[in-house]
């Protein structure tokens, strides 16, 4: 089967380190789907508006290449050191690398350039990653909130609080609008380290809305300065 990119996803990332690790979990961050070349047709889009939330299947297009596939991985959920099946988890690195993340359908701009454009709210994509399907969520058939849901359930995450360093207060107050802050202020509460990685005082770089944004994580996280992007 040869499959093509339907559409583009347009995100305040740019590189795939800070995206959230699932769809959801970070509700107000707001995306754009570009609709590729040759499916810019309003008519395709006849209904969605109907809908609250939609399925996207896409490419974990920042994925270096591998050798081959692993069987085993290991969940960040998990502390990055328990090994689980990889077809009993979430993680990017697959036999093929598809994923699939359900986000809230916020409008669509009709009369965009370059055809019509569909916001979408909570999204776990980095800009530029293509999306090869674009499906509705219907509840009947998609909600099932009694699941088990294995590991993921007998393992608590918490986010962690985020304050904003007094040295670097002028700077984020000057760069962000307090929506933005927001965003970026639950985006951090998800810790975006790799989870084998524990000292406090390491300065992390996390490409944000254009912008290079330094922290720290302790108990909490510390954004302690911004910088241009290179």
């Known amino acids: 089967m040869t499959i093509e990119p339907v559409a583009y996803f347009h995100s ?66 998990l502390g990055g050191n328990t090994y ?4 009993a988890t979430r993680s ?28 979408v709210l909570g999204a776990d994509l980095m800009d530029g ?20 849901s294995g590991f993921v359930d007998s393992s608590d995450w918490h986010p962690l609080e985020v304050e904003v360093a007094e040295a670097a207060q002028e700077a984020v107050t000057n760069e962000f609008a307090p929506e933005e802050l927001d965003t970026l202020k639950q985006v951090l509460a998800q810790d975006p380290r790799p989870h084998y990685h524990h000292d406090p005082e390491k ?8 912008r290079d944004v330094h922290f720290k994580v302790g108990d909490k996280v510390t954004i302690v300065g911004l910088a241009p992007l290179s």
């Open 84 to 87: 689980m099946g990889v077809f």
């Open 92 to 119: 990017p690195y697959r036999p093929n690398p598809l994923g699939l993340s359900s986000v809230k359908l916020d409008h669509i701009d009709w009369e965009a350039k370059g055809g019509p454009v569909i916001h």
């Open 203 to 210: 300065v992390y770089g996390m490409a944000f809305a254009g």
């Open 12 to 77: 305040p990332f740019s590189t795939k380190f800070g995206v959230p690790r699932q769809s959801g979990v970070v509700a107000e961050l707001r995306g754009e789907i570009h609709l590729a070349e040759g499916y810019r047709v309003p008519e395709a889009l006849r209904g969605m508006e109907a809908f609250d939330y939609l399925w996207l299947i896409w490419g974990f297009s920042a994925n270096r290449e591998r050798d081959g596939w692993q069987p085993t991985v290991r969940p960040p959920r």
């Open 129 to 148: 990653t293509p999306i090869y399907d674009i499906k509705p969520y219907v509840t009947y058939a998609d909600s099932h909130p009694e699941a088990a």
